[in-house]
């Protein structure tokens, strides 16, 4: 006996429905989420010991930082003042919610106020797997060229903000800024952006007040 | 690109199914994948012969049926389906665009082999 069978179930239900269980206990907790995506070398981590250092004496924050191996970055979160746990992802391009359900639970999030995913170095993969955190932030920079939000459009499209990095070398490399930012706007209008330098401090106001914004944002709830 | 992870989770909710329908062999599965889902189909093909051996879905075929890009323009509403990469709107030649299809990723349907007619849900 040969029947179809109707399924209509996306490909990642179980990714997402676990996705929805950190969502959760990060709500239950009060703690304020942001995935950071970016290719390697784009400044995640520099931005990451920034942030730190300029509120991590009023705020609790954790990190969990995603590579395929080592934990220099872990180690570079836990010296900038966060409680950091590294997850190892074995070759895998990417975090998913179930790899961050288990660094959740190594993690004491008693008295955290906000935790940043470093996820891999990657502009592709990441895109497609919700990890449940509440807003998703790329880490653009100015080496990198004017032509990824042409190139990579899924990831440019999902995220709600945007950190263009390095501007400090602005004057030394080509980048048509009119150029990166058109593409951007075609992708995701109107999406918030922030261009810094991590390594001269220049643009890191405007995004550390949106980041305290949202984390009081979500305490008023 | 992630398609192993990707094809890992099409197997177990095409066998979750098929259980549940009383299903001995699984045949075939019809996949929906919008042109803005960055899966490669033969790379799929390649994990799915692998890790489909020694279960009930070992030697089914896939289908995939590619769904088309279609836009609305925020401007104008203008819906279109855009011939290449640019995003802009036709009419009116608005760069804000928001994307109606293209991005579906689901399994739709699997065809399977039983002795005896499945229950009705």
């Known amino acids: 006996m040969n029947q179809r069978v109707t399924i209509v179930e996306n490909i990642l239900s179980a990714n997402d429905r676990l996705a929805a269980q950190n969502r959760l206990l990060l709500d239950q907790a009060g703690i304020f989420s942001l995935n950071f995506m970016a290719s390697p070398g784009a400044g995640k981590t520099s931005l ?15 990190v969990i930082d995603g590579d395929i191996a080592t934990s220099l970055d872990a180690d570079r979160a836990a010296a900038a003042g966060a409680r950091a746990v590294q997850i190892n992802t074995g070759g895998e391009c990417h975090l998913d919610a179930v790899m961050l359900k288990d660094a959740l639970d190594r993690i004491d999030l008693e008295g955290i106020d906000l935790l940043i995913v470093e996820n891999v170095g990657n502009l592709v993969c990441p895109a497609s797997f919700q990890l449940g955190t509440h807003k998703s932030v790329l880490i653009a920079s100015i080496p990198e060229g004017d032509d990824k939000p042409y ?8 995220v709600d903000a945007l950190v263009i990095n390095k501007i400090d070398l602005l004057p030394y490399v080509p980048f048509n800024m009119d150029y990166f930012r058109s593409g951007v706007e075609v992708l995701n209008p109107g999406l918030k952006t922030f261009p810094l330098s991590c390594h001269t401090g220049e643009g890191l106001q405007s995004w550390l007040a949106w980041v305290i914004h949202e984390i009081e944002a979500r305490r008023n709830q | 690109m992630h398609e192993l992870a990707v094809t890992e989770s099409m197997l177990e909710i095409a066998l979750r199914h098929a259980q549940s329908a009383r299903a001995q062999r699984i045949t075939a599965l019809y996949l929906v994948i919008g042109q803005l889902s960055s899966i490669v189909d033969d790379s799929v093909q390649f994990y799915w012969d692998i890790i489909s051996q020694h279960t009930i879905a070992e030697g089914a075929c896939l289908h995939f049926k590619r769904i088309p890009v279609e836009l609305s ?5 203008h819906q279109h389906s855009p011939s290449n990469s640019d995003f802009i709107c036709p009419a009116c030649g608005s760069l804000r665009q928001k994307v109606v299809s293209g991005e579906e990723f689901y399994l739709e349907a699997i065809d399977i082999e039983g002795e005896e007619p499945a229950m009705d849900a």
Do not use: N, V, W
């Open chain 1, 48 to 62: 990451i010991e920034r942030t730190l250092q300029a509120i991590a004496d009023q705020l609790g924050i954790a």
């Open chain 2, 73 to 77: 323009c925020l401007d104008c509403h």
């Open chain 1, 151 to 158: 190139k990579y459009p899924g990831m440019y499209r999902g």
